[in-house]
């Protein structure tokens, strides 16, 4: 199947940015390899929230790191949808937490894991990570021993 014939609206179209938290801008598309396992890792520098105490903009970089299965996610409509939380006021776990959290609803991945690198606000910096595996498969093994043996960039 050609990647025209999936269904995908947002690639090759004109951009529009939303202004607040918007999950549904997610697009996918067939994995080509989903008896392979392999990696596929965005890392979006630029990402912007708001504090939800203080209305103040956070700065972060987002990294996700994922083993597809039979969906992918489509890397402009990710970009689109990082970009919403640019006026969304959450703390920096939940940011982390709830972009997980859509990407497995998304695509049902074997496993994912996303950090959050922010910028000091207040002399502290906050890394969140935070992992998921399927399951009942060696991929929920997987996520334990990564999140017990994870160590802070």
């Known amino acids: 199947m050609k990647r025209t014939d999936e269904g995908l609206k947002l690639l090759g179209s004109e951009t529009e940015y939303k ?7 997610l ?3 067939e994995n080509q390899h ?7 890792q965005f890392n979006c520098p630029e990402f912007t929230s708001l504090c939800p105490i203080t209305g103040q903009p956070d700065f972060a970089e987002i990294k996700i790191l994922y083993i597809p299965d039979k969906r992918m996610v489509e890397s402009k409509s990710l970009k689109l949808y990082l970009f919403s939380f640019r006026n969304h006021g959450d703390f920096h776990e939940d940011c982390v937490n709830i972009i997980m959290k859509d990407l497995i609803r998304l695509m049902d991945p074997k496993y994912i894991e ?10 502290i910096s906050i890394y969140p990570y935070a992992n998921y595996g399927r399951p009942g ?16 960039i």
Do not use: C
């Open 137 to 152: 498969t060696k991929y929920e093994l997987m996520a334990q021993h990564r999140l017990e043996n994870y160590h802070s």
């Open 27 to 29: 697009e996918t598309f």
């Open 19 to 25: 202004n607040n938290y918007a999950p549904e801008v």
């Open 34 to 40: 989903p008896d392979n396992d392999y990696w596929v």
């Open 114 to 123: 996303i950090t959050g690198i922010f910028l000091p606000r207040g002399g």
